[in-house]
């Protein structure tokens, strides 16, 4: 039997424009902190973080100083052209979800208000599953897999020879990731030391403002503050994140973060780049060709994660709870 698809397709259109639950990412803080989180609205993102295409996603770089001298009556002015700029290219990343309902679930779930609960169902586990997937490849590598984002095993890569964005550490010195392995407990004078190494500046600005660890490493940490001094950021709780404030950023746990680590982020130099054609497409139901009596629907995301400057992050490995 075939159903008709207007029913599937209105519902279609009330869950995902209507209340498009896939944008709303309270599994993954950082796709909160950069998809959600009062950056995107209905449509999803700002218009500065749409691309429209290209061979890779092209990120500028002011990586040094223009001529630059003490000046005085006999001082001759440096005339010579020097380059101030660079550019970080990155391949697009791409994640699908996708639903089906065969032969047996038309069958199954017989009537209109059985099909429609089905796939009011299957649309929401599709946008949960494409969001977790998401969320576990903000931690992995585009040298693994080409088509995931360039997350975090990327960004903390240590070998200097090893390019991120087209460029390596033994190319431009300021392209360095930090990567701290120092085995020791958790604390609020590790947090110090972390943010040190992080920060890019005097300014708070230029200081780590997302911490993103293990449950038992933000618990540990929280226990070492005393009582009257441990406070939360109320827009992530309220959000679902548990955190813990350090310096006045938040220190969030996420599940699939790697047991014994610590990620200090400064969010002025994390995005996420979206293409304007692959920006969570709408579902829409079909059936296969030479398969009637069975209903297909997707939505695909394509885009990168982006860092326009490595230095300003920082990752601590071999941390454990304090006694």
């Known amino acids: 039997m075939s159903f008709d698809l207007t029913q599937l397709e209105a519902v279609t259109d009330d869950y995902w424009i209507k209340t498009p639950v896939d944008i709303h990412f309270t599994d993954s803080v950082l796709l909160y902190k950069l998809m959600a989180g009062g950056k995107m609205l209905e449509n999803l993102v700002t218009g500065s973080d749409l691309v429209d295409g290209g061979k890779k996603i092209r990120q500028i770089l002011e990586y040094t100083f223009s001529n630059r001298s003490t000046y005085g009556n006999t001082t001759t002015i440096p005339l010579a052209k020097k380059s101030i700029y660079n550019a970080a290219l990155f391949g697009w990343a791409g994640y699908i979800g996708s639903a089906v309902m065969d032969l047996d679930d038309q069958i199954q779930n017989n009537g209109a208000a059985a099909m429609v609960d089905l796939a009011f169902g299957l ?17 992995g590598s585009a040298l693994v897999d080409d088509k995931n984002f360039a997350g975090f095993s990327d960004i903390f890569n240590t070998s200097t020879s090893t390019k991120y964005g087209g460029i390596a550490e033994d190319d431009m010195a300021d392209w360095k990731a930090n990567l701290i392995a120092t085995a020791e407990a958790i604390s609020f004078k590790v947090l110090q030391t972390i943010r040190r190494t992080a ?3 005097q300014n708070k600005g ?4 997302l911490y993103i660890t293990t449950e038992v490493l933000k618990d540990g940490y929280e226990r070492t503050l005393q009582v009257q001094a441990r406070y939360s950021d109320v827009s992530l709780v309220n959000a679902g994140f548990d955190n813990v404030l350090f310096g006045g950023a938040p220190v969030v746990p996420d599940d699939k973060q790697t047991a014994g680590y610590l990620d200090a982020l400064n969010l002025k130099y994390l995005t996420i780049k979206t293409h304007s054609k692959y920006n969570f497409t ?8 030479d398969q009637p009596d069975t209903l297909v629907a997707n939505t695909r995301w394509v885009g990168q994660l982006l860092c326009s400057n490595r230095k300003s992050a920082c990752r601590h490995t071999n941390l454990s709870e304090p006694t």
């Open 123 to 139: 649309l929401q586990n599709m946008s949960k599953s494409i969001r977790d997937l998401m969320g576990t490849g903000v931690y």
């Open 282 to 289: 709408k579902p829409k139901w079909e059936h296969p060709i």
């Open 206 to 209: 230029d200081k780590p403002d």
């Open 199 to 201: 920060s890019v500046g």
